[in-house]
């Protein structure tokens, strides 16, 4: 399988539980992103990691706990969540270089939706 | 705090015609991305501009940019229904990856 990847593609979740979402590149890039889209507002980057280390978006609420076990996956861990965090979840991946522009793919996207 | 805006947000055309959606930016930036979604689906890469005067064109679609002026401009050229989506263009104005996209511009073309 090719380019980036993720499961699942769609997430239904009370707001006690507990679940992840799982990214997987097959591009050998070395940068990988989670983003949240919602209806009517712009993409929002939530965290990035890059040669496996994170930089977290301060804004993010801890609910969300990414991790990065390798280069090639990305995990978004999901706990507690509140209705308003129901929104399309993208993955992306680029390779970061000197001289070289770090175009990002992204995956299909995780429909979530917390009840 | 930086703010891309696109203009316009929505846009319903006649097929054949031609039109620019325009993408300001409130700071320095010498990386602009223009990407296309189409409904339930991922974002695709149209254009990487990496330099004051960047022109890119792939088939009906033409981007530009102007850093001074803080503008990118994404043309269509004789629109065609296949075009129809939304369209982002998004800065990275410190060159960490940090993405900033603007909120989009939904584009339906009328057969």
């Known amino acids: 399988e090719t380019g980036v990847t993720q499961t699942p593609r769609h997430l239904v979740m009370g707001m006690t539980n507990k679940k992840s979402l799982k990214c997987e590149q097959h591009?050998?890039?070395?940068?990988m992103y989670w983003y949240k889209q919602s209806a009517k507002k712009p993409l929002e980057l939530m965290f990035v990691?890059?040669?496996?280390?994170?930089?977290e978006n301060n804004s993010v609420p801890s609910r969300f706990s990414p991790e990065c076990p390798n280069s090639s996956h990305l995990f978004l861990h999901l706990h507690t969540l509140q209705p308003e965090d129901s929104a399309l979840y993208l993955c992306?991946?680029?390779?970061?270089?000197?001289?070289?522009?770090?175009?990002?793919?992204f995956g299909p996207g995780t429909r979530l939706t917390v009840t | 705090e930086l703010k891309v805006e696109q203009n316009p947000l929505f846009l319903s055309m006649q097929e054949g015609k031609n039109y620019t959606i325009y993408c300001n930016y409130s700071?320095?930036?010498?990386?602009l991305y223009w990407y296309r979604q189409d409904p339930g689906k991922s974002l695709e890469s149209l254009f990487v501009l990496l330099s004051n005067g960047a022109v890119k064109q792939e088939g009906r679609l033409m981007a530009s940019l102007d850093t001074k002026a803080r503008l990118s401009t994404l043309h269509i050229t004789a629109a065609v229904h296949d075009l129809s989506a939304t369209y982002f263009c998004?800065?990275?104005?410190?060159?960490?990856?940090?993405?900033?996209f603007g909120k989009g511009t939904r584009l339906h073309i009328l057969p």
């Open positions: 700071t320095t930036s010498d990386r």
């Open positions: 591009l050998g890039h070395n940068a």
């Open positions: 990691y890059n040669f496996k280390e994170q930089t």
């Open positions: 992306a991946s680029s390779q970061d270089e000197t001289g070289v522009s770090p175009e990002q793919y």
């Open positions: 998004a800065v990275d104005p410190n060159r960490d990856d940090k993405i900033i």
